[in-house]
Nanobody
Framework: DVQLVESGGGSVQAGGSLRLTCDAS??????LGWFRQAPGKAREGVAA????????ILAHFAEGRFTISEDNAKNTLSLQMNSLNVEDTAMYYC????????????????????WGQGTQVTVS
């Protein structure tokens, strides 16, 4: 079974950085992504990667500030977040599917089969 466990969330001041990590045990390959959900708002895609490739896709608000990376040896997915602002406050989720999701749909939550419990990021 695939299990996703996020870590690395916390509280940070505006302008600061955090690095989130997703431990993806039992996962082989396909599409991995980060999503976030703020209170009262819909879940939105942040970044995604096709495992084993150099192709990375970032949401517009993440470009220039966030970096997604994977470590195949450790079976982990990371999200380095810099220049955080209060609008980045949300619960962040790791998601996975063994499908190669076409780019137009890569931030559609319904295409992902596996989800972690989330890690809270609070920016003040």
């Amino acid at each position: 079974d695939v299990q996703l466990v996020e870590s690395g969330g916390g509280s940070v001041q505006a302008g600061g950085s955090l690095r989130l990590t997703c431990d993806a045990s039992g996962y082989t390959d396909g599409t991995l992504g980060w999503f976030r959900q703020a209170p009262g708002k819909a879940r939105e895609g942040v970044a995604a990667v096709y495992t084993g490739t150099s192709l990375r896709i970032l949401a517009h608000f993440a470009e220039g500030r966030f970096t997604i990376s994977e470590d195949n040896a450790k079976n982990t997915l990371s999200l380095q977040m810099n220049s955080l602002n209060v609008e980045d406050t949300a619960m962040y989720y790791c998601a996975a599917t063994e499908q190669l999701v076409p780019p137009p749909h890569i931030f559609r939550a319904s295409v992902y089969d596996y989800w972690g419990q989330g890690t809270q990021v609070t920016v003040s």
